[in-house]
């Protein structure tokens, strides 16, 4: 049995894109812990995070959510804390529409373990940067 604080919001670095790449995103776990977990009250008032329970989800699996990137550092030389994200917007109606309200009057949603596994995507690597993070530009 598992439990995740999930990011509802981009955290976003703008002064840098390797610090911005390291900044977890909308819809990538935080943190597992077992259920029952005694969550700070900031961590379920902030409207920046979701507290997800998975009664049926092992601590193993839960884990799987917070595996970091291992991108090929030549395409990608700022790898993400997060090689997986939770696609809120892919997720069922009423799951959706609770992470997308703020006034986090639900601090705690049960979401069964198959909904949060079929919803899991893994992210894509992004593509056309140089060693600098610049965009490539095809001469010719």
Not at 17 to 31: F, M, T
Not at 62 to 89: K, W, Y
């Amino acid at each position: 049995m598992a439990e995740m604080l999930v990011r509802a919001v981009d955290k976003i670095n703008p002064d840098s894109q390797a610090k911005d790449a390291r900044c977890l995103k909308r819809g990538d776990v935080v943190v597992v812990v077992p259920n029952d977990w005694p969550w700070s009250v900031k961590e379920q008032t902030d409207p920046q995070w979701r507290i997800v329970r998975a009664p049926d989800m092992t601590m193993d699996e839960a884990r799987t959510f917070t595996v970091p990137e291992f991108p090929d550092l030549q395409v990608n030389p700022h790898p993400r804390r997060r090689g997986f994200f939770i696609d809120i917007d892919g997720l069922p109606t009423g799951h959706r529409n609770w992470f997308n309200d703020t006034t986090r009057v639900d601090p705690m949603r049960v979401i069964p373990a198959a909904v949060l596994f079929n919803a899991k995507t893994q992210k894509t690597t992004p593509q056309n940067l140089n060693a600098n993070g610049a965009n490539r530009r095809v001469i010719g």
